[in-house]
DNA sequence: TCGATATTGATAATCATTATCATTTTAACG
DNA sequence: CGTTAAAATGATAATGATTATCAATATCGA
């Protein structure tokens, strides 16, 4: 699983704001686009990278997710029990989430016309518009039966 | 400013689980029926009650947060920095809301366009729907000038 | 009033995350 | 190539909101 757009976003970055290439790093973005597991946690990355003996402590994974978040190369989602999840912010793709409450999955949505009655709502209220929280939770289909 | 309606809430649903009165959680209701300010934190309250040398105890605080939560006299609001703010859940009112992100002003919103939306989302990807979140972050008319 | 049980306060513990700081890497420059 | 200043890292302490613990206190039905 490569991700040649991904890295280049990083190293974009680093070269814009003068900071330095480093092995371990990339190593975590490749954790993370090697995993079939979307939505990953911080506690989550650091257990893919301990299971190869990656020697990357938890402060270099917690310091490489938010760097990659400044880089525009992932999102994070701020989840209801306090802990975060990161998913890639394939350029320009904004979208909602379907969590499910017996699993944890997460499904990517959208809507433009929920979109657009949004905005409205700002208007209405004279709000400048920055960004939108919408997270729908129910029970997925598998796990119904 | 009186809450006949909350307390009868709390009452009831005290005898309903067998529990037991006590002053220092009307207490705690009381105060936050009294503040103008609405969606207060557990800090928040803590010092409202403080002014007041009240003796009341964060712990308390909590506590009594949470059980006015299952009485269904409060909502608890997650919020992104990983607090929560409580709002009275003045009966049947499900909305959401717009936050300013320069004052941190709430303001409650509905649109039952938007919910329509919303559940047809959750049946497109064959979930049973439970709760949204709908959170709109903007810059309100006081703070944009 | 008595006694079983809920409530409380003080404080320790938890959990995710951030800060600190000494050590190691990186990379621009000579 | 080495030097070297600055960035990155690891180990660990600190933080902040919240929850758990437990002995002391308050509540309330008998």
């Not at 991904?6 to 970055?13: P, V």
């Given at each position: 699983?490569?991700?040649?757009?991904?890295?280049?976003?990083?190293?974009?970055?680093?070269?814009?704001?003068k900071l330095k290439q480093s092995h371990k790093r990339l190593t975590v973005l490749k954790a993370i686009s090697a995993s079939p597991k979307r939505?990953?946690?911080?506690?989550?990355?650091?257990?893919?990278?301990?299971?190869?003996?990656?020697?990357?402590?938890?402060?270099?994974?917690?310091?490489?997710?938010?760097?990659?978040?400044?880089?525009?190369?992932?999102?994070?989602?701020?989840?209801?029990?306090?802990?975060?999840?990161?998913?890639?912010?394939?350029?320009?793709?904004?979208?909602?989430?379907?969590?499910?409450?017996?699993?944890?999955?997460?499904?990517?949505?959208?809507?433009?016309?929920?979109?657009?009655?949004?905005?409205?709502?700002?208007?209405?209220?004279?709000?400048?518009?920055?960004?939108?929280?919408?997270?729908?939770?129910?029970?997925?289909?598998?796990?119904?039966?």
């Open positions: 699983m490569s991700t040649p757009k991904e890295h280049e976003k990083l190293s974009d970055y680093i070269s814009s704001q939505h990953l946690t911080a506690h989550e990355v650091l257990a893919l990278l301990n299971k190869k003996r990656s020697g990357i402590g938890q402060a270099t994974v917690y310091r490489s997710l938010r760097l990659l978040c400044d880089a525009g190369v992932l999102n994070e989602l701020r989840c209801e029990d306090g802990s975060s999840r990161y998913e890639f912010a394939s350029a320009g793709s904004h979208h909602d989430h379907l969590i499910c409450t017996k699993c944890g999955r997460f499904v990517e949505v959208f809507d433009p016309e929920i979109e657009r009655l949004q905005d409205k709502l700002f208007a209405r209220h004279g709000f400048y518009p920055e960004r939108h929280k919408l997270e729908l939770y129910g029970v997925c289909r598998m796990c119904k039966r």
